[in-house]
């Protein structure tokens, strides 16, 4: 356990549906991360927070997402209208930046277990 | 931009047997690359980094990486292979905070 969770860990939709992840970081980390991982790949950055602050987005990031983290602490990351594409294991990382200077970016990331969507 | 490629798909060795899984990076500036190691239904677990110094990196569970500059590589090894070593293991480097991950290289330890 990384101390860091994600809720739920699996969920099944149908395509159209709307979705809502959760993601609780390791207490006190700055950054959250969010990572998508298909099957034979690895993860693949979507989006990060400083803070309450998101700081940017992939172009994998299509209008029908959008995620928040409105207190600097959890993140949530909606998806709208899903569709079979959506299908993947979304990941929620944590990173602390304290002990390390300005533009230094050497910090390993935490990894929660992941959400595993099916859009039928 | 920054990248992670790992040649190898897969890896089977014998349990007790040295295991090495490859990774070469191509980067502007200075690397900092790490792998990372997934269990099914788990999430990632940090191994290893390296960020500067030493090219010889020992890691969590008895890994170890050497970091090769001449030749871009950064390969993970462990000299005894346990069969719980069996994970899909994942080498990336750190590019402006975002990691940027290999595909993957499925490890395989028979007893």
């Known amino acids: 356990d990384t101390g860091v969770s994600q809720d739920p860990r699996h969920k099944i939709t149908k395509r159209g549906q709307n979705v809502t992840f959760r993601c609780d970081p390791i207490?006190?980390?700055?950054?959250l991360y969010w990572y998508r991982q298909t099957l034979g790949q690895g993860p693949e950055f979507l989006t990060y927070f400083q803070n309450e602050a998101q700081l940017e987005k992939s172009r994998l990031l299509s209008d029908r997402f959008s995620a928040e983290r409105p207190k600097g602490s959890f993140s949530t990351l909606e998806i709208q209208r899903t569709e079979q594409g959506d299908s993947a294991m979304y990941l929620c990382a944590s990173e602390s930046l304290w002990g390390r200077g300005a533009g230094d970016s050497y910090n390993e990331q935490f990894f929660g277990p992941g959400t595993r969507l099916t859009v039928l | 931009a920054q990248s992670v490629a790992q040649p190898e798909d897969q890896v089977n060795v014998a349990e007790g047997n040295p295991l090495t899984v490859k990774c070469t990076y191509s980067?502007?500036?200075?690397?900092?690359l790490f792998w990372y190691v997934q269990y099914p239904n788990r999430g990632l677990q940090f191994l290893l980094k390296y960020i500067t110094g030493d090219n010889l990196v020992k890691g969590s569970y008895g890994f170890e990486a050497e970091f090769n500059k001449s030749q871009t590589s950064f390969h993970l090894k462990k000299p005894s292979a346990l069969v719980s070593d069996s994970a899909l293991y994942f080498c990336?480097?750190?590019?402006?905070?975002?990691?940027?991950f290999g595909a993957g290289t499925t490890v395989t330890v028979r007893a």
């Open positions: 207490s006190e980390h700055n950054r």
């Open positions: 980067v502007s500036g200075n690397p900092y």
């Open positions: 990336a480097v750190s590019n402006d905070y975002k990691l940027s």
